[in-house]
């Protein structure tokens, strides 16, 4: 299966600065690279996705960028506000692949 | 559109004691996966399905069984709890892309479980 690492597990920031969280994973057929964020007490919810055809896509003040050579992607979120503050996920797949596999998570905290 | 429920929201079990968790999904989506969370370890598979009738093993599919007989629901059962089986649970969906894959994963809220 896949191995996937995500770093920091804990990232701390002041608002109004920027925050990125990088995902490294071990199959080289993986072609699917979301993003998911989870409030406490809630289910992770898709924030953005990108597919290997691309190497960046922005979404307001979130991006994510992939470098497939390297085999990571990053997640960036500028202008960080307290509703930021959350656990990140990321779930790199393969097309024809049934299984997700979730990196261990980055829990953010923006400070007001 | 509800989209992914979860029943119970939290259940508290002794060791030995059996449960059903009962997900549904009012979007018709071919996917339903079955997830726990524990702390420190994002979300790893317990069991998944591609379609009504079928189901598959994930990651940690030791101590419980599924089952989908309706397209919309997808049962995860614990024949004989224990102890490492308190973990948060979730429950996904997710649509049939053309071409048999699939991508976004719409997540219930989770179910809370403690075996004492």
């Known amino acids: 299966g896949e191995n996937v690492e995500q770093h920091p597990s804990t990232l701390s920031v002041q608002e109004g600065d920027s925050a990125v969280i990088k995902c490294t994973y071990s199959d080289s057929a993986s072609n699917y690279f979301p993003w998911y964020k989870q409030e406490l007490g809630k289910g992770p919810q898709l924030i953005i996705d990108?597919?290997?055809?691309?190497g960046e896509k922005k979404d307001q003040r979130i991006a994510v960028t992939l470098n497939k050579t390297a085999k990571h992607f990053s997640l960036h979120i500028t202008e960080t506000q307290p509703e930021d503050s959350a656990v990140y996920f990321c779930a790199p797949k393969g097309y024809n692949f049934n299984k997700f596999y979730f990196g261990s998570g980055t829990k953010l905290n923006v400070k007001p | 559109n509800a989209g992914v429920t979860q029943t119970p929201k939290f259940r508290v079990l002794k060791t030995g004691q059996s449960m059903t968790l009962l997900c549904a999904q009012d979007?018709?989506?071919?996917?339903m996966y079955w997830y726990r969370q524990d702390p420190g370890m994002g979300l790893r598979l317990i069991h998944y399905s591609v379609g009504e009738g079928t189901t598959a093993k994930g990651e940690v599919p030791d101590g419980y069984n599924v089952s989908r007989l309706k397209k919309q629901n997808f049962l995860l059962g614990l024949e004989s709890a224990a102890p490492s089986q308190t973990s948060v649970y979730f429950c996904a969906s997710s649509y049939k892309l053309a071409g048999g894959s699939q991508e976004t994963q719409y997540f219930g809220p989770g179910t809370r479980l403690l075996v004492l």
């Open positions: 990108i597919r290997s055809n691309v």
């Open positions: 979007m018709n989506h071919e996917y």
